[in-house]
């Protein structure tokens, strides 16, 4: 049963930062693409970034220089570095691997931008 958990969401003030953490358990973590999307109220989930197995990256045009992902295969975790926040940075945050033929999904972590 591969499961996945998030942890650091908050409330922060604008140009704050936040850490967003994701433990995988039940799987291979380090052989996977791993990656963050996110959901504001009444949009559709987007991308936010992703990092493959040799940690290439990849992000979202509206985050890049601002946030950082990266992963540490010895705690099958994969972390979201967010700076500079703004409130357009506001959703629920989530985040996922993709196995061979299925996606699985975080429960999901509120990040609330606002002073």
């Known amino acids: 049963q591969v499961q996945l958990v998030e942890s650091g969401g908050g409330l922060v003030q604008p140009g704050g930062s936040l850490r967003l953490s994701c433990a995988a358990s039940?799987?291979?973590?380090?052989?996977?693409?791993a990656g963050w999307y996110r959901q504001a109220p009444g949009k559709q989930r987007e991308l936010v970034a992703r990092?493959?197995?040799?940690?290439?990256?990849n992000y979202a045009d509206s985050v890049k220089g601002r946030f950082t992902i990266s992963r540490d295969n010895a705690k099958n975790t994969v972390y979201l570095q967010m700076n500079s926040l703004k409130p357009e940075d506001t959703a629920v945050y989530y985040c996922?691997?993709?196995?061979?033929?299925?996606?699985?999904w975080g429960q999901g972590t509120q990040v609330t931008v606002s002073s």
């Open positions: 990092i493959t197995s040799s940690k290439q990256t």
């Open positions: 039940g799987t291979m973590f380090s052989m996977y693409v």
């Open positions: 996922y691997i993709d196995m061979t033929n299925v996606r699985y």
